[in-house]
């Protein structure tokens, strides 16, 4: 892909628990509109490394910077203002099943508006209309009004997409968004996120279990072990095997 300025950098990232050292010296650096997937096994660091570019997590030591921002540094109103610039799409979706499929989306506007808001109408037209071209450009238009928990999980993850457009992200953090899925639904989603990311310039940064998928997937991929960046490739230059070294003998017996 084309040369694009940087967006994500770490460098010598460590995140300390206790004994636990999730984090190991981790440096990398992911350009404007890179598809980029994180592999490993659970416990491997992935999901912590994504918590630390929007600061749901502080480091022990390092620097983190995102759209130009000084991430740990940042506070209040400045730490609101990142967050609205990066969406992201969780593991288990985050709706609320009581609520309709157009509320859950227009939820992911609520950092733009002042106030609570309480049912489909006290938001403003322009974005009831934005919500439900979201949910077309995800495959649910007539299922605004259904009950999110009426949905099947990979349609819940659809909505939890459109959600995460409604911020007009600049980046979009998902952290296994298909780990709950069946395989054919997980596609599904998987390609939608890609074809998305590619029509607004999104840079992607997911975490996957799934080697294959991850493979076919992403423009790069980088491994994580016991913390630490263990590789780092392009996706078209992928090798199976040193793939396989992050999971180690579990790798080698897949």
């Known amino acids: ?137 995800v495959g649910l238009a007539g299922r605004e009004y259904q009950r999110a928990d009426t949905l099947s999980g990979g349609q819940q993850q659809r909505v939890a997409i459109a959600r995460a457009l409604m911020q007009s992200p600049e980046i979009l953090l998902a952290d296994e968004p298909v780990a709950s899925l069946d395989p054919e639904s997980s596609r599904q989603v998987m390609d939608l996120i890609r074809e998305i990311g590619r029509e607004r310039g999104l840079t992607v940064v997911c975490s996957l279990h799934q080697i294959e998928l991850a493979a076919s997937w992403g423009d790069r991929l980088i491994g994580l072990q016991s913390g630490r960046v263990v590789l780092d490739t392009p996706a078209a230059a992928v090798d199976r095997e040193a793939v396989m070294r992050i999971y180690g003998p579990v790798g080698a017996a897949l």
């Not at 990232?13 to 650096?29: C, F, I, P, W």
């Not at 730490?79 to 939820?107: K, Y």
């Open 1 to 137: 892909m084309p040369e694009s300025h940087a967006v994500v950098e770490i460098n010598d990232l460590v995140k300390q628990y206790g004994d636990l050292r999730a984090l190991d010296g981790v440096s990398l650096t992911v350009g404007e509109g890179e598809i980029v997937v994180l592999l490993g096994l659970s416990g491997s660091g992935k999901s912590t490394l994504l918590r630390h570019i929007d600061q749901l997590d502080l480091p022990t030591s390092g620097s983190i910077r995102v759209l130009g921002e000084n991430v740990p540094a940042l506070r209040g109103r400045a730490l609101r203002r990142l967050r609205s610039r990066i969406g992201v799409v969780f593991q288990q979706f985050e709706l609320v099943g009581s609520l309709s499929v157009l509320e859950n989306v227009l939820s992911g506007a609520l950092s733009t508006l002042a106030g609570p808001r309480l049912g489909v109408w006290s938001y403003p037209t322009s974005l009831r209309t934005t919500a439900l071209g979201h949910l077309e450009r």
